[in-house]
């Protein structure tokens, strides 16, 4: 999956290091030079793990750590804070802050690729229940209801959903939604995404309801009320 990955860090050579590797690990990366656009960042792309150093010139880290996680929009997305302070109280604070993980400068590279994975997993994983703008999907039965009403789908325009869903606003380009609906390791143009989210579209508007599905042109696709 082609995940998305927000690096705030203000000293550029890191940032660029890491920003390599973990394109080469096959991950998409945005990088913010302060906390302050490091914010702006995070509500523009809603990416799926965000990496934090502690300092910052503008802010601390733990100041942008509190902010992303008081924001019912940003909440849920893991923050790793990478950073040189290494004591245990400095590992206790940033993660009493909300920071879902706590890597000390320097630090392996595969170690913290592996770590990023296993925080994505877990961020995902238990949401049994996804809800957006009167949409509801429950990963356990398989059910979708719209304002009330049940919405059947195909297994395909399920997955869409679902991914849609995971992060709702975020414009998730054909690939991206390639990746997660249909995976890796299946050919598929760009054409058959469009295809399904006609369907998808289909189903979510019966019965005269407003269209919830954004079309980005050049871009992809998002779940948004605010079009």
């Not at 398989?142 to 195909?154: F, N, W």
Request: charged share 25%; net charge negative.
């Amino acid at each position: 999956m082609s995940q998305l990955i927000l690096i705030i860090e203000d000293e550029l050579a890191q940032a660029q290091v890491l920003q390599y590797n973990l394109e080469a690990a096959g991950f998409e990366v945005k990088h913010a030079a302060n906390g302050d656009d490091g914010l702006a960042k995070t509500q523009e792309f809603l990416p799926d793990l965000i990496l934090l150093d502690w300092m910052l010139p503008d802010m601390s880290g733990i100041e942008v750590c509190t902010k992303i996680k008081r924001d019912q929009d940003t909440g849920s997305i893991p923050v790793i804070m990478l950073t040189a302070r290494g004591t245990e109280e400095d590992k206790v604070r940033g993660l009493n802050t909300g920071a879902d993980d706590y890597v000390v400068k320097p630090y392996s590279l595969n170690t913290l690729v592996a770590r990023i994975k296993a925080n994505i997993r877990s961020s995902s994983r238990g949401q049994v229940e996804l809800s957006y703008g009167g949409l509801q999907l429950n990963t356990e039965t398989h059910r979708v209801r719209r304002d009330g009403d049940p919405v059947r789908l195909g297994p395909t325009e399920f997955r869409l959903l679902h991914t849609l869903l995971s992060r709702p606003t975020k414009v998730w380009s054909r690939a991206q939604l390639l990746d997660n609906a249909w995976g890796t390791d299946v050919f598929v143009d760009d054409r058959t995404v469009d295809v399904h989210i006609g369907r998808l579209r289909n189903q979510l508007n019966k019965g005269g309801k407003p269209d919830i599905i954004r079309t980005v042109r050049g871009s992809g696709y998002s779940i948004d009320i605010e079009k």
